[in-house]
Structures are given as structure tokens and as C-alpha cells.
T-cell receptor
Framework: DTAVSQTPKYLVTQMGNDKSIKCEQN?????MYWYKQDSKKFLKIMFS???????INETVPNRFSPKSPDKAHLNLHINSLELGDSAVYFC????????????FGPGTRLLVL | QKEVEQDPGPLSVPEGAIVSLNCTYS??????FMWYRQYSRKGPELLMY????GNKEDGRFTAQVDKSSKYISLFIRDSQPSDSATYLC???????????FGTGTRLLVSP
């Protein structure tokens, strides 16, 4: 059983397009996250939701909009994609924001051409 | 300057060697320290988690925290080719709610 799943695994698209990435967790966690990992493997948090409420919103362009329809899902919508958005996007979840319980998904590789 | 610094490597060792991976940090408020392992094209997985200074051992892995020097280490004994991966340190302080990661060190263990 996959604990944190993301779709799609790969996404290749043109500049200017709008795309969404979906994330689902079946761990019963109440907190979910989006991270961006650049080509140098640097992993940086973008957003965090606790019980569907936004609790962390890093300095991210407002072209990125997270949406949490329920505790088990956190989606990421990106408008007007730019070349610099190419990266691997990881979803993660944890219980009570406790970092030792944080579990990462397999990642979505986004390539903007 | 990044809050957490980590040598990107790659670090190449022969099978059976003792590996030492390190991170330095600048924010003395960090209290919780994690090590993640990330295989190629996979998500990070938590290896070790420590609070405050001291050592913690789990099988072949030992995590060490020196808060006075703002320095943390992960030691891998009897390294195996299956340990070849990128190792990321991460840290957090109470009330901050977000993990701050190092850039990761790529480890290659040759048979």
C-alpha cells in the first residue's frame, strides 16, 4: 500500500501552460506539505496544510496555488509555467507537524520547455 | 549563506568502509536534527532523528549532534553498495514547523 502517492510521476509541458499535481496520503496524517527540489538536490518547503488550513506559505510566486479538499489530499496548481519551474516536486505528510513522522511521496518530475 | 551547509560530494568509498557525513548550521535555535536518505528518482526517507546534543545509534548508523559547534554527523559502519544514495540533513526548532534541509551529500559505495 502506497503511503503518499503523487500523480503524475512525470510532466513535460510548454512555457505558459497551466498544470496540476495531485497528492494523496493514506497514513491518517493531519498535515501535508509541498516541497521543491532543484537540479542541485536542494529541497525547500513551499506550503504546509494542517487539517485543510494553510500554515506555511513560503516565498513562492502566486502562480503556485495549493488546494486541500480534505485532510488526505493536497493538490498543487501552477499557472503560466516558466522554465525555472522545472524541478522535482515532493508531497509529504506528517502527524501534528511532528518532523519525525514526516513521510515523503515519490515526487513529480516537471520539465518546462 | 545558507542556514544549513553540506558538502555535495560525491563521496566515494570502498565497501566495508566507515563513512562520515556532516552538516554545519548557523541558527542556534535548531533543536531537532534529522538525516534522510534519498535514492535516485525516489523521495527522501527518514533514517535518524535526534533531539539536542549527543549520539544515537541504530544498527550500522550513528547520528551525532554537537550543538556547541553547530555540527551534526552521520556515521555509517560497514558501508554497503546499497548505501549509495544522497544523504540529506534537516533540522527544525520548536514552534517553527518547517524543516530546513542541507543540499545533500552523494555517497557512492563501490563493491
Amino acid at each position: 500500500d502506497t503511503a503518499v502517492s503523487q500523480t503524475p510521476k512525470y510532466l513535460v509541458t510548454q512555457m505558459g501552460n497551466d498544470k496540476s499535481i495531485k497528492c494523496e496520503q493514506n497514513l491518517g496524517h493531519d498535515t501535508m506539505y509541498w516541497y521543491k527540489q532543484d537540479s542541485k538536490k536542494f529541497l525547500k518547503i513551499m506550503f504546509s496544510y494542517n487539517n485543510k488550513e494553510l500554515i506555511i506559505n513560503e516565498t513562492v510566486p502566486n502562480r503556485f496555488s495549493p488546494k486541500s479538499p480534505d485532510k488526505a489530499h493536497l493538490n498543487l496548481h501552477i499557472n503560466s509555467l516558466e522554465l525555472g519551474d522545472s524541478a522535482v516536486y515532493f508531497c509529504a505528510s506528517s502527524q501534528d507537524s511532528r518532523p519525525e513522522t514526516q513521510y515523503f511521496g515519490p515526487g513529480t518530475r516537471l520539465l518546462v520547455l | 549563506q545558507k542556514e544549513v551547509e553540506q558538502d555535495p560530494g560525491p563521496l566515494s568509498v570502498p565497501e566495508g568502509a566507515i563513512v562520515s557525513l556532516n552538516c554545519t548550521y548557523s541558527n542556534s535555535a535548531f533543536q531537532y536534527f534529522m538525516w534522510y536518505r534519498q535514492y535516485s528518482r525516489k523521495g527522501p526517507e527518514l533514517l535518524m532523528y535526534t533531539y539536542s546534543s549527543g549520539n544515537k545509534e541504530d544498527g550500522r548508523f550513528t547520528a551525532q549532534v554537537d550543538k556547541s559547534s553547530k555540527y551534526i554527523s552521520l556515521f555509517i559502519r560497514d558501508s554497503q553498495p546499497s548505501d549509495s544514495a544522497t544523504y540529506l540533513c534537516a533540522m527544525i526548532y520548536t514552534g517553527f514547523q518547517k524543516l530546513v534541509f542541507g543540499t545533500g551529500t552523494r555517497l557512492l559505495v563501490s563493491p
